[in-house]
Nanobody
Framework: QVQLAESGGGSVQAGGSLRLSCVYSANPNSRYTNYCLAWFRQIPGKDREGVSALEGDGRRTYGDFVKGRFTISKGQGSIYRQGTVYLQMNNLKPEDTATYYC?????????????????WGQGTQVTVSS
């Protein structure tokens, strides 16, 4: 089991920046030594959309809509089963308004499909005004 807790959401104007944080902690008795960490977002009435994923070996994946504006990273001192994962979001647009969720699944990320992820945080709201 992995516990996830997001923070850092808020309201900004278009062109502004926000950094989302997600503190993660896996069961120390888990047999897994590698976890995929990812960020998703959801607008009411729509499916959750993959924003970015971070493999245990450091490889990163981004949704096509990110277009170089967002960066996923791990906090200093983070290890496979506990730490912090960040999502730095720059040049925000009104269409980025959504609830952002941190998610994790044991092993490799595979696809950024919400159904592939087993553990979720409670979400943090991001609102971008024009």
């Amino acid at each position: 089991q992995v516990q996830l807790a997001e923070s850092g959401g808020g309201s900004v104007q278009a062109g502004g920046s926000l950094r989302l944080s997600c503190v993660y902690s896996a069961n120390p008795n888990s047999r897994y030594t590698n976890y995929c960490l990812a960020w998703f977002r959801q607008i009411p009435g729509k499916d959750r959309e993959g924003v970015s994923a971070l493999e245990g070996d450091g490889r990163r994946t981004y949704g096509d809509f990110v277009k170089g504006r967002f960066t996923i990273s791990k906090g200093q001192g983070s290890i496979y089963r506990q730490g912090t994962v960040y999502l730095q979001m720059n040049n925000l647009k009104p269409e980025d308004t959504a609830t952002y969720y941190c998610a994790s699944t044991p092993g490799w990320c595979r696809d950024m499909e919400a159904a592939e992820f087993d553990y979720w945080g409670q979400g943090t709201q991001v609102t971008v005004s024009s």
